[in-house]
């Protein structure tokens, strides 16, 4: 979904926060789609230091306030956990909230605008695009740390920002309401996308079912969790610090380590239309499972057991939310040609016929790394 086209005063939106310099100027910056996001130079003291400025995009995070007391929460404790570990360039390793003059990690503006002020984590980038193995490892390493040290966060449960993200058996009864509704007229053409989905309803409660049975706990999970989310270390490569924490919440890691392997390990793109040709990485996947099981120290035996399923999972929801949304005309993923969310779709699911086939390498290479 796009962010507004509108033109910010960011030196206005600044002087709502404790920013302790002087600004300089500012300019857009990343390619994310729906916050309005960017970077902003100061003086502080005689030295040039640059902050992320970001509008939360309230239109679609409909609770900003319980989104941003989240993310002061966890912020807030992987700091600290940081900095009692002795982690060197602890502040680069977390994203940390800037304070509003309030002392709340947020501030709004005269037309009731949610803005925020993270530190700019210099000499790191997020790559939208896989180069390497090594890269697999680094981001799924990150990912496990994020998660690791969110484990021992205490206090109240966090706020379920968006109710069942991941819950594949309500995204299933979600589709069969769109089937049923019809409302573009488009379930005649697809009736074999729908065929593919309801043959596999009794996938999708397997990982719910075993946290509603107490056998898999509930964790503090991204969400979120492509390549671009994590910014890699200029000089060294290695994983430096998760960003974009706006989905954090409570959920199951099976379903941050399943979408990596969705959204990593394809020979194909998202969204190409020659799904056919389907085929997986396993060199991939096997850096994704060494990266994150070298930080995922705190999982249990489901939980491991579960890692290849996970994957699985993941590509057969997420073509059952493209499906849905190509029924329902479109209204929710952001299209830039026609059939679009079917080639998303169809994709997603080639890839879990491909998951399917090579389930008993993918189970061999977690097995290896346990």
């Known amino acids: 979904?796009?962010?507004?086209?509108?033109?910010?005063?960011?030196?206005?939106?600044?002087?709502?926060?404790?920013?302790?310099?002087?600004?300089v100027r500012a300019k857009p910056y990343g390619s994310g789609h729906i916050n309005d996001t960017y970077r902003a130079l100061f003086d502080q003291a005689g030295q040039p230091v640059s902050f992320i400025i970001q509008r939360i995009n309230h239109h679609v995070f409909k609770h900003p306030v319980e989104l941003m007391e989240n993310v002061h929460r966890i912020t807030r404790h992987a700091l600290q956990t940081l900095l009692e570990q002795n982690q060197p360039e602890a502040h680069r390793r977390t994203l940390s909230c800037i304070p509003a003059l309030n002392g709340k990690p947020f501030a709004n503006d005269a037309d009731g605008n949610f803005?925020?002020?993270?530190?700019?984590?210099?000499?790191a980038y997020g790559h939208d695009e896989l180069e390497t193995t090594e890269q697999a490892y680094q981001v799924a390493r990150a990912f496990g740390e994020f998660q690791n040290l969110a484990a021992t966060l205490g206090g109240t449960r966090l706020h379920e920002t968006i109710p069942d993200f991941h819950h594949t058996p309500r995204r299933l009864e979600a589709l069969e309401i769109a089937i049923a509704a019809d409302t573009a007229g488009r379930a005649s053409e697809v009736a074999a996308e729908?065929?593919?989905a309801r043959s596999h309803a009794s996938d999708c409660p397997r990982i719910t079912d075993l946290i509603a049975a107490?056998?898999?706990?509930?964790?503090?999970?991204?969400?979120?969790?492509?390549?671009?989310?994590?910014?890699?270390?200029d000089a060294t490569a290695v994983g430096i610090c998760v960003i974009d924490l706006d989905t954090a919440m409570p959920g199951c890691a099976l379903y941050d380590f399943g979408d990596m392997v969705r959204s990593v390990t394809p020979t194909l793109r998202e969204d190409d239309a020659n799904s056919n040709d389907a085929g997986i990485h396993l060199d991939r996947f096997e850096s994704l499972v060494e990266g994150y099981l070298s930080a995922a120290t705190f999982l249990n035996d489901a939980e491991r057991e579960n890692l290849a399923f996970s994957g699985q999972l993941l590509t057969l929801e997420c073509g059952i939310r493209f499906l849905t949304d190509y029924l329902q005309g479109d209204v929710y993923f952001k299209t830039s040609r026609p059939n679009h969310n079917l080639d998303r779709c169809r994709s997603q699911f080639s890839f879990v016929r491909v998951i399917e086939a090579n389930m008993n390498a993918m189970e061999e290479i977690v097995n290896r790394h346990l």
Do not use: C
């Not at 898999?216 to 671009?228: A, G, S, W, Y």
């Open 214 to 233: 107490g056998k898999i706990p509930e964790r503090i999970t991204h969400n979120d969790t492509k390549l671009n989310n994590v910014l890699l270390d």
């Open 194 to 196: 729908i065929a593919f």
């Open 115 to 123: 803005w925020r002020v993270y530190p700019f984590i210099e000499r």
């Open 1 to 23: 979904m796009p962010s507004s086209n509108q033109t910010h005063n960011i030196r206005a939106i600044a002087e709502h926060f404790d920013m302790r310099a002087d600004f």
